[in-house]
Every structure is written in structure tokens, then in C-alpha cells.
């Protein structure tokens, strides 16, 4: 069955994040055991439990994928708590998001540290316990292959930080490297651009904002938190099984024009 994840362990980093929860719910709807990682200990907890009470197998570790020994450990009880480790998602990110000209060189390599540095490091240490057949998937964002418009950033919106891009580029790039280093063992490394997927607190306050994301978008509108999920599902199951080194706009055609 070409979607079907029954037997596999999945770790997600950032899972309790807003597009993080809807992708851990699709992984454990296909059959698969899911660690819940995040920052947030609680929510990552309060998830877990989520999938637990919809009849899915859901465990919860807390991750700082900017600390090299926080990403062994939870990579380490991955294997522990589920026997094997198959899929990594990793959907953690940071930005500061100030202005470039406040933008300081700590608060740079601080983003850095996470969406680059820590998107290597925790990739490193799940492909050396990953079996034959697994799957990497990188989240890059459509900001990693083209530039926010600036008037779509009208106060009281922040324009969308020149660290977050930079990084998300590179993200692009880190997939091509590890696909082509692990494709021999049989590990395939792919990444998802996702467009403009403002979460539930944004649609609420700033409609405005919303409308204006909408109008850049061939489709016209928005995506929806299980617009992800369904694309993560497919890079980590059987279906994608001859997909390597890709990166996968999934952004209603927004850099299409
Ligand atoms: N939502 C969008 O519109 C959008 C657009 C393009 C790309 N993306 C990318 O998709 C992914 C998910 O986005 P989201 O909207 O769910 O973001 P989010 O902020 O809702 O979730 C991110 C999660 O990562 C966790 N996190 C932050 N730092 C961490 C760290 N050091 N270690 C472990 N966990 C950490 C946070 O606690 C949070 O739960 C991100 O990589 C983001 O850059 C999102």
C-alpha cells in the first residue's frame, strides 16, 4: 500500500508547532508510531496524548535541535521507546525578526544555528541508527527560493526576516548534500517549501494580512495545516520511494510567476 506507514517510527522535530501537530496527527493516522519533539516539552506531551485518544501511538521528548547532545538524546529514545527510527521530520525553526538594519550578528547565528546547524546535526544523528528505506524530510519555505514582497509586510505586520530566508535556502541546498551522501544506503533526504500557511492566531488578528497573502497566490487563498501533512505523508511512505535530493513547493503557486 503506497501510503501505508504501519511499522515505522517517526520522529518530528518542531511537531507541537502549528504545521508540526497536523503532521504528526496524518503520520499516526497511516499506522505509524510518532515522537512528538519540540522545544515546548508540554505541548509536544499534550500531542502525544492527542494521538494516544484517537486510537494512534504517540510519544512525547523534549528537543532543542540547536544542542547537539539534546538531538543524540532524542534520537537515541526514539530507538529506546520505539525500537527503530524510519522517518525524520524536521519542522522546528526560529527567526528574531527584526529589521535588517537592528539585526544583530548574535541574533544572525542564533537562526542559523537552528535552521542550519541544527537541521544538519539532528539529520546526522538520525541517519546513523535509520534503517535501508528511510526517509528525511527538511523544511525549507517558499522564502528559501524567492524574497517577501515588502508590501505584503505593512505595519503592524514585521517583513518576514532576512535570517529565516537565508537559512531556508540553505535547507534546499542540505537536501541535495544528503541525498547524495546517504542515497547508497538507501536513505532518501527531500524537503518541502511550504508557502503562506499563517497560523490560527494570525488568521484571527489580521485578516487584512491574510488577504493580502491570499492575493499572491495563484489559488488564491491560503493553505491549510493538512495541505502539509498530506505531502509529508507521501515523502515519508513507499509512494515517494524513487524521490531523492527534491524539494517540493507546496505553496498554491506562489513562486510559480
Ligand atoms: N507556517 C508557514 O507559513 C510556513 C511557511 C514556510 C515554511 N514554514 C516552515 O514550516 C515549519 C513549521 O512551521 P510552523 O508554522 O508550524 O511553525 P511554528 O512556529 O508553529 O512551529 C515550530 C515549532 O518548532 C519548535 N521549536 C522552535 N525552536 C526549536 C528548537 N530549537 N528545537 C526544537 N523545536 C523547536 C517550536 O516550539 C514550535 O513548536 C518551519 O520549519 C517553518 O519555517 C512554515
Request: glycine share 10%; proline share 5%; aromatic share 6%.
Amino acid at each position: 500500500m503506497l501510503f501505508d506507514l504501519s511499522g515505522k517510527v517517526a520522529l518530528v522535530a518542531g511537531g507541537a508547532g502549528y504545521l508540526g501537530q497536523a503532521i504528526c496527527l496524518a503520520l499516526a493516522e497511516q499506522g505509524a508510531v510518532v515522537m512528538v519533539a519540540d522545544l515546548a516539552r508540554e505541548r509536544a506531551e499534550a500531542l502525544a496524548a492527542d494521538i494516544a485518544a484517537r486510537g494512534g501511538k504517540g510519544h512525547a521528548v523534549e528537543l532543542d535541535v540547536a544542542d547537539e547532545a539534546s538531538s543524540q538524546a532524542a534520537v537515541a529514545r526514539t530507538v529506546a521507546d520505539c525500537g527503530r527510527l524510519d522517518v525524520l521530520v524536521n519542522a522546528a525553526c526560529f527567526s528574531v525578526g527584526k529589521s535588517l538594519d537592528d539585526l544583530s550578528a548574535e541574533e544572525f547565528d542564533r537562526a542559523n544555528r537552528v535552521n542550519l546547524t541544527g537541521a544538519f546535526l539532528l539529520a546526522r544523528e538520525a541517519a546513523r541508527v535509520m534503517p535501508p528505506g528511510s526517509s528525511v524530510i527538511l523544511f525549507a519555505s517558499m522564502y528559501g527560493l524567492v524574497a517577501p514582497d515588502p508590501r505584503v509586510y505593512q505595519p503592524p505586520m514585521t517583513p518576514n526576516p532576512i535570517e529565516y530566508g537565508v537559512g531556508k535556502a540553505g535547507v534546499i541546498q542540505m537536501a541535495k548534500y544528503l541525498a547524495v551522501s546517504w542515497g547508497e544506503r538507501g536513505i532518501r533526504v527531500n524537503a518541502i517549501a511550504p508557502g503562506p500557511f499563517p497560523n490560527s492566531a494570525v488568521q484571527q488578528q489580521h485578516p487584512e494580512f491574510v488577504q493580502r497573502l491570499a492575493g499572491k497566490v495563484p489559488l488564491g487563498r491560503i493553505g491549510r495545516q493538512d495541505e502539509i501533512a498530506g505531502t509529508v505523508v507521501f515523502l515519508a511512505a513507499d509512494a515517494s520511494s524513487y524521490l531523492n535530493g527534491a524539494t517540493l513547493s507546496v505553496d498554491g503557486g506562489w513562486t510559480a510567476w
